[in-house]
């Protein structure tokens, strides 16, 4: 997979999800509205978590910021349920 946040969504441990950002980092799950901060990026996946077993992402894009601060990593997610 090659990313460690995306290897730990795949854990569905959301505590864990959340200790990768800041505290005003942004996370968007799914086609969901993007989720600001780490308790909401923590709440976020919870309803979705309880409905699979597991998933695995395949990576298909990845397009950094000019500043070096941002990214765009787009991934194929295949659920298990």
Do not use: C
């Amino acid at each position: 997979m090659g990313l460690p946040l995306l290897q730990t969504v795949d854990t569905l441990d959301a505590d864990a999800i959340a200790a990768h950002l800041t505290n005003d980092g942004k996370f968007r799950f799914s086609n969901q509205p993007p989720a600001e901060g780490k308790q909401t990026v923590r709440d976020a996946p919870a309803q979705l978590f309880a409905t699979i077993q597991t998933m695995h992402h395949e990576n298909t894009g990845l397009w950094l910021g000019e500043a070096g601060n941002s990214a765009v990593y787009e991934v194929d997610v295949i659920p298990i349920l």
